[in-house]
């Protein structure tokens, strides 16, 4: 596949392996609302800040939304948008590398440019992503009328590229379902199957732990629902609602999955036949975002801002409630506005003072209720919250050894993403991290088992063995030393990897 070629590319693909992995640190003095909240609003480099991600949200964010700087030879108030074309792809090649590795399998991307740049996106997104997972170019149209902004034409458009990293579908409300998709047919009647286990983020039973329970299976046993990682999970909708009509079985591998039934006589005049148009017409132009910035902050806080239907419509397409969202160049907030507005789950990061000035007013604004861009279609009259983070200190120092103010949760959770390439997907505060593929990961350090010299129980003697949880297959356990012989640890099955020198610091 052709690759697109510039100054010190070699030097800029590998730029994101060599950025320090950091702690947030939450500021509540900028925070909002409900404490519990899991938006996050993060201030910092957004390089380093997505790093500081990838133990904990890898893999895990159904839609990302980023406008970034333009590229236009032009200066804005809140960033440099004259970068010369090099330092541009240089700039984007390991934030897009990070952006990969937190999107969901079943997530999407969709990326705002105008002509400078995006044709030059499109090739580096094709390396990065996959040309077979180009998804769409969506068309917005900006403006309407004449402009002066182009030397030969007026330009009334920007540009959305749309690409997906695995099996991501478009999603569409109940007016938006094609015939085709009712494939099915049950009591004589053309239907379709939807399943009742939520799939993809916010699966698990912590996401929603009142979805989480029993119903009985066809052969009258408890049946719980599964997130696809095999991990306890939650229903997508509350089963006891739906009557028997309108719930099937389906017998997989011996297993029986439930299904929602939905008829297509019952939902016809809902249904269309057409597919989603890659021109997006009347869906507010900068004029209108502009004067949703004005009605918030009193003035014209923003020089490009983007218009609340617009991120609507990018998030209608693609998550659902509860979903995580996530922008990495928050400009004036919107997309985090409009996905707290929705139900969604976010996470927005912006760099230096504007996070402070701009970023967190607004989604506070929000918190209270305000009423502009999407409120009254959503009938939104707020609550909710969100956690302000700075970047704090690195996990390790120059010399890859552990800093020693990290605390348990924080090595746990980067170690289990360098075993697994996965998010550790709750705090953890015991030895044994998880299981995965069959393999159980423990951390010993910091005194976690409850003794608290300095070496304490991070050494792995035979006395710790017999207190950690059982598991029967492959384990592996980091510890400070190890006083059990070669031969134990093979008939046991144990890898041991000694803290700091094997824990991977890139």
């Not at 077979?132 to 590229?161: C, P």
Request: net charge neutral; hydrophobic share 35%; charged share 30%.
């Amino acid at each position: 596949m052709p690759i697109l070629q510039w100054l010190d590319r070699d030097k800029h693909v590998k730029a994101a392996e060599g950025v320090p992995y950091r702690l947030l640190q939450a500021d509540d003095a900028h925070s909002a609302g409900d404490e519990a909240s899991p938006n996050m609003l993060i201030q910092g480099d957004n390089l380093e800040a997505l790093k500081a991600l990838l133990p904990y949200y890898a893999g895990r964010v159904k839609c990302i939304y980023i406008d970034p700087p333009y590229n236009t030879k032009s200066a804005f108030k809140q960033y440099d948008d004259n970068l010369e074309h090099s330092q541009w792809l240089a700039m984007m090649f390991p934030r897009l590398q990070m952006l990969r590795e937190l999107l969901a399998e079943s997530g999407a991307i969709f990326i705002q440019l105008d002509d400078n740049e995006v044709h030059y996106l499109k090739v580096i997104m094709d390396e990065i992503f996959g040309r077979s997972n180009f998804v769409s170019t969506l068309i917005w149209r900006k403006k309407s009328g004449g402009g002066q902004d182009s030397q030969y034409m007026a330009t009334e458009h920007e540009y959305i590229l749309c690409y997906k990293k695995g099996n991501f579908q478009l999603l569409f409300d109940e007016k938006g379902i094609e015939e085709a998709d009712f494939n099915k047919s049950l009591h004589g009647k053309k239907c379709k199957f939807m399943k009742l286990e939520k799939w993809g983020a916010s699966a698990h039973k912590e996401d929603r732990p009142t979805l989480h329970y029993s119903i009985p299976d066809p052969n009258n046993n408890p049946y719980f629902p599964k997130a696809p990682d095999g991990r306890d999970g939650r229903w997508r909708v509350k089963p006891e609602k739906l009557d028997e009509k309108h719930k099937t079985w389906v017998e997989k591998d011996g297993r029986f999955i439930p299904y929602e039934v939905i008829y297509y006589d019952e939902v016809k005049d809902k249904v269309k036949t057409v597919k989603e148009r890659t021109i997006l017409y009347d869906l507010a132009t900068t004029t209108d975002a502009t004067k949703e910035i004005v009605a918030i902050f009193g003035s014209k806080a923003f020089d490009t801002p983007k218009p609340e239907r617009l991120i609507e419509k990018i998030l209608s397409l693609a998550t659902e409630p509860d979903d995580i969202v996530l922008d990495s160049f928050l400009g004036s907030g919107t997309t985090a506005a409009v996905a707290h507005k929705m139900g969604r789950r976010w996470i927005g990061i912006e760099m230096g003072d504007h996070a402070v000035t701009h970023c967190a007013p607004r989604l506070k604004k929000v918190i209270e209720g305000e009423q502009g861009g999407i409120s009254e279609a959503f009938e939104w009259q707020g609550g909710g919250g969100f956690r302000f983070y700075k970047l704090g200190s690195t996990v390790f120092d120059t010399e890859g050894r552990i800093n020693p103010d990290i605390r348990f949760a924080h090595l746990a959770a980067h170690i289990w993403f360098s075993e697994t390439h996965t998010a550790l997907h709750k705090k953890a505060t015991k030895p044994l991290l998880g299981v995965h593929n069959g393999t159980a990961y423990y951390l010993l350090y910091n005194g976690i088992l409850g003794d608290k010299r300095p070496d304490g129980g991070n050494v792995l003697t035979g006395k710790v063995l017999a207190e950690l949880a059982a598991h029967d297959g492959p384990k592996v356990i980091y510890g400070e030393a190890c006083r059990l012989g070669p031969a134990r640890l093979k008939a046991l099955g144990i890898t041991f990897k000694q803290t700091p020198y094997d824990v991977k610091a890139r």
